[in-house]
T-cell receptor, first 116, second 110 residues
Framework: GAVVSQHPSWVICKSGTSVKIECRSL??????MFWYRQFPKQSLMLMAT?????????EQGVEKDKFLINHASLTLSTLTVTSAHPEDSSFYIC????????????FGPGTRLTVT | GENVEQHPSTLSVQEGDSAVIKCTYS??????FPWYKQELGKRPQLIID?????GEKKDQRIAVTLNKTAKHFSLHITETQPEDSAVYFC?????????FGKGITLSVRP
């Protein structure tokens, strides 16, 4: 149980375009989902916390108008990278919390974004 | 905000030997400390966790210790195997979010 999927697994887009990444909890309802970014050989950095039906909470330094997050249902959260630039190329990973503790997170497989 | 430091950044051990990874954290409010293993290009996987009311926890070859006074926690892997080779992250849970350390690359030599 506690499976999280992401789609797509990898995407290449041109500079200036927008890309949407989906994160789904397949066998449980996730009140809270999280979006992380991981550059090569670096750690996971939390970008934002997403709660179903409310606005996402962004970490300091993350542009909310550039990284649009929508959490419309208990099983789906989306991250849209708007006006992508090469420096946005990264591994984007979502996670979903199961149960009452937001700390017990299950991670998706990640989405590799390359902006050319 | 929370700061999690992890040392060393790389560790190489001979198969069968033990590996120890040490971490420190800064936020006294932290009360949950999971460890994640990540293979190249894959998702992080939880391997063990410990809560602040426990000093030590063991699961087969893996054990974790926590010293809240010193704000230290460590991962111990015994009888290492080549498949233990991966990046390991120590993590601190506080203020409803997880803060990851920089990660350590563990290499187990056959």
């Amino acid at each position: 149980g506690a499976v999280v999927s992401q789609h797509p697994s990898w995407v290449i887009c041109k500079s200036g375009t927008s890309v949407k990444i989906e994160c789904r909890s397949l066998d449980f309802q996730a009140t809270t989902m999280f979006w992380y970014r991981q550059f090569p050989k670096q750690s996971l950095m939390l970008m934002a916390t997403s709660n179903e039906g409310s606005k996402a909470t962004y970490e300091q330094g993350v542009e909310k108008d550039k990284f649009l997050i929508n959490h419309a249902s208990l099983t789906l959260s989306t991250l849209t990278v708007t006006s992508a630039h090469p420096e946005d190329s990264s591994f984007y990973i979502c996670s979903a919390s199961l149960g009452a503790s937001v700390y017990e997170q299950y991670f998706g497989p990640g989405t590799r974004l390359t902006v050319t | 905000g929370e700061n999690v430091e992890q040392h060393p950044s790389t560790l190489s051990v001979q198969e069968g030997d033990s590996a120890v990874i040490k971490c420190t954290y800064s936020d006294s409010a932290s009360n949950y400390f999971p460890w994640y293993k990540q293979e190249l290009g894959k998702r992080p996987q939880l391997i063990i966790d410990i809560r602040s009311n426990v000093g030590e926890k063991k699961d087969q070859r893996i054990a974790v210790t926590l010293n809240k006074t010193a704000k230290h926690f460590s991962l111990h892997i015994t009888e290492t195997q080549p498949e233990d080779s991966a990046v390991y992250f120590c993590v601190s849970g506080a203020n409803s979010k997880l803060t990851f350390g920089k990660g350590i690359t563990l290499s187990v030599r056959p």
